[in-house]
């Protein structure tokens, strides 16, 4: 472990003076890079596909928050809707603090957009057009001559291209692919919403070029948080200095297990492939991703040397210091469990959902009629959202008792994705209503399928 413990008051990527260290990051290969490149794959087809899917018409995935107007794979979801959306902003919340209670960070190193653009797509770029990292910083060294303005122009125009391409794909989730591509036919027929998105670009542009791994560190509100969510049992990329120590370079013969010299030859692989600049031997660190791309690293130099893999891996503190295999403790299987159940419960809600909302209501200010000799009726307002993409024929009828339901106006359909508002009266027989406030349930029917049914209180004579 790092004796005078610098990396604990000040970043990787930070001098003693705050002056910003460039992290050249050589590329991982490995075992988990491999499985990293097609999570990371699949993420960005999804991401850059999913716009063009349309269902019905409707885009498969619509977010409009300006128009409050919501589309997940088909379905549309109304401001009626809050209580489903503030339930799974709730349950995402808890899932990310049980989560990472439990698996460290897996989300920053395998699925957050800032990773997966950085070390997928533009540090793609950087290997291919300025080369390793050892040509880059020879490049950023030298005078500026045709070599380097050829290569520094043609990898920043890139990047601003791809930034464009990216917010593009972000607003057509907000406003639809085709309001996009209308957009860049056309500029000057909604400017102000151009230049916003050209000026995002920008700043898009300045994270993945310039800021990069300090978005994580000192940026993300999520990385800030990695240190009160993490304790000793939680998993994370450990190093396992009871095996590694005392680290030392490797020697032509020597007998290490003689000498007292840990697995660890000191060789910065590690070091050198990580997108944070960090060395993971010092210890769980806030800039820490659980990229993995250290594991690999490792491995490689353990199978060279003839050494069992894992000198660093997934472990919690706990077991590397106790020396015992990985396990499960009771807490995390519990942390597991309520994840599952949350899950549960936010899908119960999107599949109990109510294509149809109703609202029914007694008109105000009026009593009982009594429209021929022996009948009771009350008028009620009633207003139906109808949440589906197709026009609904909506009826009414009395399901506890005998009686007929009146709308004024005509039979009606309730129009797609609109909001439907009228009035009816229900009637009863004068000789069942036996008190002055009788109970009635209203079953409210699309297509002859019952969807719903509502309680409501019939007025009649003392």
Not at 56 to 67: F, S, Y
Not at 196 to 206: G, H, I, K, N, Q
Not at 387 to 410: A, C, M, R
Request: glycine letters at 6%; one cysteine or more.
């Amino acid at each position: 472990m790092n004796s005078d413990n610098t990396y604990r008051d000040q970043l990787a990527t930070l001098n003693k003076k705050g002056k910003r260290r460039w992290v050249y990051a050589k590329q991982p290969k490995g075992r988990l890079y491999t499985y990293r490149n097609l999570v990371s794959y699949f993420l960005l087809t999804i991401l850059f596909v999913t716009p063009f899917i349309k269902l019905n018409g409707d885009p498969l995935i619509l977010l409009n928050v300006i128009e409050r107007k919501f589309i997940l794979f088909g379905v549309h979801f109304w401001p009626q809707d809050f209580h489903i959306f503030l339930f799974s902003m709730i349950t995402l919340f808890v899932f990310i603090v049980l989560f990472t209670v439990s698996y460290g960070r897996i989300w920053c190193g395998w699925a957050c957009p800032q990773t997966v653009f950085l070390e997928f797509i533009f540090r793609r770029i950087e290997y291919l057009i300025e080369g390793t990292p050892q040509q880059q910083r020879k490049l950023n060294a030298q005078s500026m001559n045709a070599e380097k303005f050829v290569k520094k122009t043609s990898k920043h125009t890139v990047f601003y291209l791809i930034c464009l391409a990216i917010s593009s794909t972000f607003l057509s989730y907000i406003r639809g692919v085709d309001f996009v591509m209308d957009l860049w036919q056309n500029p000057s027929g909604n400017s102000v919403l151009f230049v916003a998105l050209l000026f995002f670009s920008v700043v898009m542009y300045l994270v993945f070029s310039r800021l990069r791994e300090q978005v994580c560190a000192m940026i993300c509100p999520y990385g800030r948080l990695q240190g009160v969510l993490l304790d000793s049992n939680t998993i994370v990329v450990a190093y396992d200095y009871k095996r590694g120590e005392e680290r030392a370079p490797l020697e032509a013969g020597e007998d290490r297990d003689a000498e007292n010299k840990g697995d660890c030859i000191d060789c910065y692989d590690c070091v050198d492939v990580c997108p944070t600049g960090i060395d993971v031997r010092d210890g769980t660190q806030l800039e820490c991703i659980n990229c993995t791309a250290c594991i690999d690293a490792c491995n490689s130099v353990m199978v060279w040397q003839g050494k069992p893999k894992g000198l660093i891996r997934f472990d919690s503190e706990k077991n590397i210091a106790e020396g015992i295999k990985k396990k499960w403790p009771a807490r995390k299987i519990a942390y597991t469990s309520v994840l599952a159940v949350l899950l549960c419960v936010v899908i119960g809600l999107f599949a109990s959902r109510n294509d149809l909302e109703t609202i029914i209501l007694r008109t105000p200010g009026l009593m009982y009629q009594e429209p021929s000799e022996g009948i009771i009726s009350n008028m009620y307002s009633f207003k139906i959202v109808n949440k589906t993409t197709e026009d609904l024929p909506v009826s009414f009828k009395i399901l506890d008792k005998k009686g007929e339901i009146q709308i004024i106006g005509e039979t009606f359909n309730a129009a797609a994705s609109s909001i439907h508002e009228g009035t009816f009266f229900a009637k009863l027989p004068k000789k069942t209503v036996l008190t002055d406030k009788t109970q009635i349930q209203i079953g409210v029917f699309a297509k002859e399928r019952l969807i719903e049914i509502v309680d409501l209180t019939f007025v009649g004579p003392n």
